[in-house]
């Protein structure tokens, strides 16, 4: 009588799988027209008119969502030039202050329109525009470096972002409710 084998004889040992060599890999290889065929794909795209729609659809969704959070200035939604803790530091310093410059374009079309008036008061509505736009320039200015000391003081001075001045200035420059993003402090309501 045979000794009684107890391993599993439907099992393939492990010493044979060693032994048994793997020859290629395992499949015939493709025609080429066959692998031509596997990777085609349409030059334009599917031009069924319901995919097309809801692509449109999807795109503006997106569009929408990210010029909202744009607005409300979630971090993720900002321009290159809008992100960072300095950008916004600025941001809400320039909003919480009035500034010469908000006011500077009503008062432009003030001034076309004083063009118009007879004699020498034209010629005043000049002169008043032009000592304006100094006095925004000069505040703007003083802006910048009020500016360099706050962030000096809140981040290091050596962690200052450069551009921080034109940043500033060009937002003062700009109506409360025009800015984008959005202010996000009420006026006097200066960051820490």
């Not at 803790?85 to 374009?105: K, N």
Request: aromatic share 8%; proline share 6%.
């Amino acid at each position: 009588m045979a000794p009684k084998r107890t391993e599993d004889s439907s099992k393939p040992s492990v010493e044979s799988e060693a032994t048994e060599p793997v020859v290629g890999k395992g499949r015939p290889t493709p025609s080429r027209k066959a692998a031509q065929a596997a990777n085609a794909q349409p030059l334009v795209g599917s031009r069924d008119k319901a995919s097309m729609k809801a692509a449109r659809q999807r795109q503006m969704a997106e569009r929408d969502r990210a010029r909202l959070g744009m607005m409300n200035g979630e971090e993720r939604y900002l321009t290159a030039r809008d992100r960072g803790p300095q950008r916004r530091y600025v941001r809400d310093y320039v909003d919480a202050r009035f500034s010469m410059g908000e006011i500077l374009i009503p008062l432009m079309l003030l001034m076309l329109l004083g063009t118009f008036l007879p004699g020498m008061a034209g010629v005043y509505s000049v002169f008043v525009v032009w000592g304006f736009v100094a006095l925004a320039v000069l505040d703007s200015v003083l802006l910048g470096v009020l500016l360099n000391t706050k962030l000096a003081a809140k981040f290091g001075k050596d962690n200052v972002q450069k551009g921080f001045r034109w940043y500033a200035a060009m937002r003062a420059f700009q109506m409360r409710f025009l800015r984008m993003p959005k202010p996000q402090v009420k006026r006097r309501q200066y960051p820490s």
